[in-house]
């Protein structure tokens, strides 16, 4: 709305300037055969004006003179602004340049600094070697050869003062470098509980990137990179993650167990718990004997937990099984995933 506005007084300021330029050409070189056109005239207002006259330039010449002037450096002065809006990662790249920058400034400035006292310990060594150099104990080369060990006396005095000043830059250097190494110690998930509550959760994610990086076989690190992912709405790649966190420990479980990865996970699928309810390994519950056509074991996905626990709720039989919705059976095994439970019931009654 702004830009409209001052483009619209920009025009009507044109518009009078010209209109005002246009006017007093005519009346400067009487294009309308020697009569001026007196503004006065045009409006309508009495006969008598100070500003009317005929001979020369009139008052009203003059007053135009200045509106055009007035107008011209209004025009000339006015600029249009134009605002933009940077966004947040590229000021915050910035920002990280800007900081770059003013370390470098930093270290140019301490080796000045270095520089500047390596002059000036020059200097002082120049000076040194002139007041040692007295050519009137020079009168023969006798005398010089016999104390060839005045010079060197003025050289060590001046060398350690330099040496702190170096060991600035390798102090800053050591420092960052502790300093880094410190940071890496830190626990990861300390570290990325933090970003966390500071809302950042790239920086977590950038933490358990490294963290599995540096140990992917910790199923922990994986599971942990699976929430940070499921938090800024990455699900795939998160689900991705979590499958992986689990093979790694079902191949650690059947490493010491000796058990198939398969009934590992059929186990999990089950109840949640390593309890050898389901799978091919899966050991009866002990329990009253029914007839084969009752085994609930039979169908895919219950294991002798989930058949005790609709033993429990009533349900023995697949005629009972196969009249019930999958919701329920699912509610009632407190099964992971829902399954057709009863459509198999039906089937194994038909066989």
Do not use: C
Request: net charge negative; no cysteine; hydrophobic share 40%.
């Amino acid at each position: 709305m702004t830009s409209k506005k001052n483009n619209t007084v920009q025009i009507i300021s044109l518009s009078i300037l010209f209109s005002l330029i246009f006017l007093e050409l005519i009346n400067i070189f009487s294009l309308l055969g020697g009569d001026k056109i007196f503004l006065i005239d045009l409006i309508g207002i009495g006969d008598n004006d100070p500003l009317r006259s005929e001979s020369g330039l009139s008052n009203q010449d003059y007053v135009i003179f200045l509106l055009i002037l007035t107008i011209s450096l209004v025009l000339f002065s006015s600029k249009k602004i134009k605002t933009t809006s940077i966004p947040e990662e590229v000021a915050v790249k910035l920002v990280q340049k800007a900081k770059v920058a003013e370390k470098k400034a930093e270290v140019a400035e301490k080796k000045a600094e270095v520089a500047e006292k390596k002059a000036e310990v020059a200097e002082k060594k120049i000076e040194e070697a002139e007041q040692d150099l007295d050519f009137d104990d020079f009168d023969d080369f006798d005398d010089f050869d016999d104390e060839p060990e005045a010079e060197p006396e003025a050289e060590p005095e001046a060398e350690p003062e330099a040496e702190p000043e170096v060991k600035i830059e390798s102090s800053d250097g050591e420092l960052d470098s502790l300093l880094e190494k410190a940071s890496e110690s830190e626990d990861p998930e300390v570290k990325a509980t933090r970003f966390i509550a500071q809302g950042n959760f790239l920086g977590a994610l950038e933490v358990w990137k490294k963290a599995t990086i540096n140990d992917d076989s910790n199923p922990k690190y994986w599971r942990e990179l699976s929430n940070v992912l499921d938090m800024i709405g990455e699900s795939e790649k998160s689900k991705i993650a979590k499958d992986h966190a689990d093979r790694i420990e079902s191949q650690v479980i059947s490493e010491k167990t000796g058990r198939k990865i398969e009934d590992i996970l059929a186990d999990l699928l089950d109840d949640g718990i390593l309890n050898f309810s389901a799978g091919s390994d899966s050991s009866p519950v002990n329990n009253s004997p029914k007839s084969s056509e009752d085994d609930l074991t039979k169908l895919s996905g219950i294991g002798a937990v989930s058949s005790q626990r609709l033993n429990l709720a009533g349900i023995t039989t697949f005629s009972q099984l196969s009249k019930m919705n999958d919701s329920e059976i699912m509610e009632i095994i407190k099964a992971k995933k829902l399954d057709t439970w009863s459509d198999m019931a039906k089937n194994l009654i038909e066989e």
